[in-house]
């Protein structure tokens, strides 16, 4: 029976929490999960301390470092005296306020954004937010996610509640099987490369189509954890089969008969039948290929056979402008391929691409071969689980055995504030998320791609279209 007044799933998961709606003013949203770590949260317990708040809920918040951690040999200390002093003031706050710390001793510490699904602690229905900008990251749960600046992290501390303006509604669709060499990181680097960066601005996108419900709940994650590079408030995709059997059993999920009331609410997610959004833009999954960044955003992104594009022939003033500059400092050349570019480092990890699945890709590829021996190459795990069970698989001696480093968890080269990073004109082929000048060291020079495209470029030294290597 169709429903009398069809919904999206955004529309049903924000009207459900909204606590306080003024007319023509922010609703006045409930946070049901609130993620923290080192870099983002001091300042928030600063400014609670000194208008004597308390957290409201803390059994609403989990905490862990992430940002700032070094990604070598945990048995050596951190010498790192802000990386240090970071980390200490985590400890202390989550332990002042009663909050749940994956701290460097923890079994389970990795990135926040890892973390949150492997423990359960992120479900379909919620709302989601942490002082990082990949929340979106969590969406693909079925979970209203976004990232939010310090001032609000310290609302939501105070009251588990947040002022947010509406967005409004975009559909991403792609119905067809992937190609072989296709993933999900292509998949959205092509989404960004045609929408532009600021596509998708004031909108929340909810992924539908064949192809991405026959994404694993990881490939659904690099998806949606790239949403805000498109402009997106956030990413969503409809929580299913494979979300309620990712889920059951972790240590934050339901259990028991909680666990079947869940289900049961969770399958009433989903949009109902005829439910408009705002916009809606379509893709013929067999029609894309690998992709790969040639800028400084991550809507440059092109096919990896396709040419760099070339100023001369865009119209547009400021769009010319802007290439030109991108260009001059990727210090890459318009009109050909990238293909053959000699490149200094290759980066496996982020929270784009650090997972299990993203490991077993890359591994899949370098598997009895050696990586070039003018490539570095960085494989970090996203997760202390993940290092343990790509360990018990074997696949960290074959990245060992390639020339590979395999390291500790930790948002490690994405950010570049732990002591991984490029050197000045350094080229990288990353799976990280962005590829913004400096953001992987100062004058480093970053190529996004997937990790099949990662290993395959590593294996070469040059820029490789992975479909040659297979």
């Known amino acids: 029976m169709a429903a009398t007044n069809p919904r999206t799933m955004f529309e049903k998961i924000w009207e459900s929490h909204v606590v306080f ?8 949203l409930y946070i049901d999960l609130h993620l923290i770590h080192e870099v983002t949260s001091p300042q928030a317990f ?9 957290v409201r809920q803390p059994s609403k918040t989990v905490a862990t470092v992430d940002h700032i951690v070094p990604t070598t040999d945990r048995s050596l200390p951190v010498t790192d005296p ?14 002042e306020n009663g909050i749940e710390l994956h701290g460097l001793e923890s079994r389970h510490q990795g990135i926040v954004h890892v973390i949150g699904p492997e423990l359960g602690a992120t479900q379909p229905g919620m709302t989601v937010v942490c002082g990082d900008s990949h929340t979106a990251t969590h969406g693909a749960f079925g979970a209203m996610a976004f990232g939010v600046g310090t001032s609000e992290v310290e609302h939501v501390l105070a009251t588990q509640c947040l002022l947010q303006n509406r967005p409004r509604t975009m559909e991403v669709r792609v119905e067809g099987t992937l190609p072989p060499g296709v993933t999900a990181k292509d998949v959205i680097l092509a989404v960004i490369g045609r929408i532009g960066v600021g596509g998708g601005t004031g909108h ?7 192809a991405f419900r026959a994404m694993s709940m990881e490939e659904r994650m690099t998806v949606c954890n790239m949403s805000i590079e498109g402009g997106a408030r956030a990413g969503m995709i409809a929580p299913d089969d494979a979300t309620f059997n990712f889920l059951c059993g972790r240590p934050r999920a339901p259990q028991g008969e909680a666990w079947d009331a869940a289900v049961a609410a969770w399958r009433c997610l989903p949009g109902d039948e005829g439910a408009r959004y705002d916009r809606s833009i379509a893709f013929d999954a067999a029609q894309l290929e690998p992709m790969i960044t040639y800028g400084t ?5 092109i096919p990896i056979t396709a040419p760099v594009p070339d100023p001369a022939r865009m119209e547009d003033a400021v769009e010319q402008s802007a290439l030109r500059k991108a260009l001059g400092y990727m210090a890459i050349e318009p009109g050909k391929p990238l293909l053959g570019r000699p490149i200094d480092v290759v980066f496996i990890g982020s929270c784009t691409n650090s997972r299990i699945s993203d490991l077993r890709a890359a591994a899949k590829v370098l598997r009895g071969k050696k990586v070039s021996p003018k490539v570095r190459v960085l494989v970090v795990p996203g997760s202390q689980p993940i290092k343990r069970q790509a360990e018990a698989e074997g696949l960290a001696d074959v990245f060992r055995q390639a020339g590979c480093e395999w390291r ?9 504030m732990n002591g991984d990073m490029l050197a000045p004109g350094q080229y990288s082929v990353s799976t990280s998320n962005r590829n913004f000048e400096g953001r992987q060291g100062p004058g480093g020079r970053t190529l996004l791609a997937s990790p099949l495209t990662a290993a395959a470029c590593a294996l070469t030294g040059v820029v490789t279209d992975v479909r040659t290597v297979l």
């Open 21 to 28: 709606q003024e007319p023509d003013c922010p609703a006045l």
């Open 46 to 54: 600063q400014g609670l301390r000194e208008k004597g708040l308390k």
């Open 82 to 95: 802000q990386a240090v002093e970071l980390i200490a003031q985590l400890q202390g706050n989550c332990r």
């Open 204 to 210: 929340a996108i909810e992924y539908t189509g064949s």
């Open 297 to 301: 955003n991550p809507g440059m992104a």
């Open 408 to 416: 500790e968890a930790g948002c490690s080269m994405c950010i570049a």
